[in-house]
């Protein structure tokens, strides 16, 4: 695909996913297998509160195409076809779901060496409709959202944001909930590897007035042991510990309190990967 801007989707997609991803509040565990026709075969468990869960997750991909599929306890099926270069510089998705078939959709996606698009249809009688552009290099970019209900005729979203990327930096501003909100971020990595990093975050709301700063990081302990931390100005304060056991198999642990209420119970989450 192109080295463009990237889908909008992707505009302040690293600061968020340092701020949020692997902050866990369940207990999950999951081991994975592959053939050697390539296909990976992953089963879960998954505990939060007194509920547990499990699925089983079937991957393969062949050429230009991938499937993904997956069947949980509660016997819900979903299952995702890409399908790459059906017309040069794009990719095809198809997400199915069984018996919740009418949340099944179809994307498409545009990479050009200065722009990419994006358009979802709802694969229903009254499908919602999603639409995003981006603009820009790899360095430098801009973009913007909207969807679509075709059964009432009106927007039910629309968000714009621009963002600047350097090799060892990116920044970002959001606009969205229909203008109602602003999203600023920054974060610098720390190290050639990009494992260690600082990040802010910033959002405003003007509806209620309300602003939310956020503060984060990330530092390899070494090789095979990542710390993450978070904190804002509500007083959340949360902290991330893994470990990778041997190759490719991590550990988890995370957890999270309010320092303003320490009478409430933290929120702790567990998660372990194996894979060969």
């Not at 499908?127 to 209900?149: C, I, K, R, W």
């Not at 005729?153 to 990327?165: D, H, L, P, Q």
């Not at 303003?260 to 567990?270: D, E, Q, S």
Request: proline share 3%.
């Amino acid at each position: 695909m192109s080295k463009g801007p990237g889908l909008f989707s992707d505009i302040g997609k690293k600061s968020k996913d340092l701020l949020t991803k692997d902050y866990l509040s369940d207990h999950k565990f999951s081991v994975s297998t592959y053939s050697a026709s390539g296909v990976a075969l992953t089963s879960s468990t998954v505990k939060k509160g007194g509920y547990s869960s499990g699925d089983v997750a079937v991957q393969f991909a062949y050429r230009n195409t991938s499937v993904d599929a997956k069947v949980d306890t509660e016997s819900n099926l979903s299952a995702t076809l890409t399908f790459a270069e059906i017309v040069p510089s794009s990719k095809t998705i198809a997400s199915l779901k069984f018996p919740n078939y009418e949340s099944g959709k179809m994307e498409f996606q545009y990479y050009h060496p200065h722009a990419t698009f994006t358009t979802a249809v709802g694969l229903n009688q009254s499908p919602a409709v999603d639409l995003s552009v981006a603009l820009g290099t790899s360095t430098f970019g801009l973009g913007a959202e909207a969807g679509y209900e075709t059964t009432s005729g009106k927007f039910t979203k629309y968000t714009a944001g621009i963002s600047v990327t350097k090799p060892d930096s990116c920044a970002s501003i959001i606009l969205s909930d229909k203008g109602d909100s602003v999203k600023a971020s920054y974060l610098h990595y720390l190290d050639q590897s990009k494992k260690s990093a600082a990040v802010g975050e910033i959002t405003r709301k003007f509806s209620t007035n309300e602003n939310t700063f956020t503060v984060g990081g990330s530092c390899a302990i070494d090789s095979l042991t990542l710390v993450k931390m978070k904190f804002n100005n509500h007083g959340s304060l949360g902290a991330v510990l893994q470990h990778e056991l041997i190759r490719k198999s991590i550990v988890t642990i995370s957890s999270e309190f309010d320092t303003k209420a320490l009478n409430k119970t933290p929120r702790f989450g567990v998660a372990l990967a194996l894979k060969p």
